[in-house]
């Protein structure tokens, strides 16, 4: 399995990013997906996930800023990050939470086995 992320980077405050995950080696379109992040010296923070159904769930702190979807036609995960502060300064991961049909919410990413290398979001 190999989840790689991309679409980091430097942005202003109040500036947005699209971050992109492409999935092998599984089945991509029946699990459920999500992101989480961790900044320095900062716990792993739960972002969104989605489901096989494409059902979504987000954190309180994100819903509204951020933006979760996928394509299964291209095994991509995306995160939209929108109106973007210094507080969301992190490493972003993308991760495999679980087989679609089961419970999956967004504090389920920072502990899924399955992850990615991450791609860092600077805002400054």
């Known amino acids: 399995v190999q989840l790689v992320e991309s679409g980091g980077g430097s942005v202003q405050p109040g500036g947005s990013l699209r971050l992109s995950c492409i999935a092998s080696g599984l089945p991509f379109s029946t699990y459920c997906m999500g992101w989480f992040r961790q900044a320095p010296g900062k716990e792993r923070e739960g972002i969104a996930t989605?489901?096989?159904?494409?059902?979504?769930n987000y954190r309180e702190a994100f819903e509204g800023r951020f933006t979760i979807s996928r394509d299964n036609a291209k095994n991509t995960l995306y995160l939209q990050l929108d109106n973007l502060t210094p507080d969301d300064t992190a490493m972003y991961y993308c991760?495999?939470?679980?087989?679609?049909?089961?419970?999956?919410?967004?504090?389920?990413?920072?502990?899924?086995?399955?992850r990615g290398q991450g791609t860092q979001v600077t805002v400054s």
């Open positions: 989605i489901n096989s159904d494409d059902s979504t």
């Open positions: 991760a495999a939470v679980t087989p679609g049909g089961r419970a999956c919410v967004a504090t389920m990413p920072p502990f899924a086995k399955l």
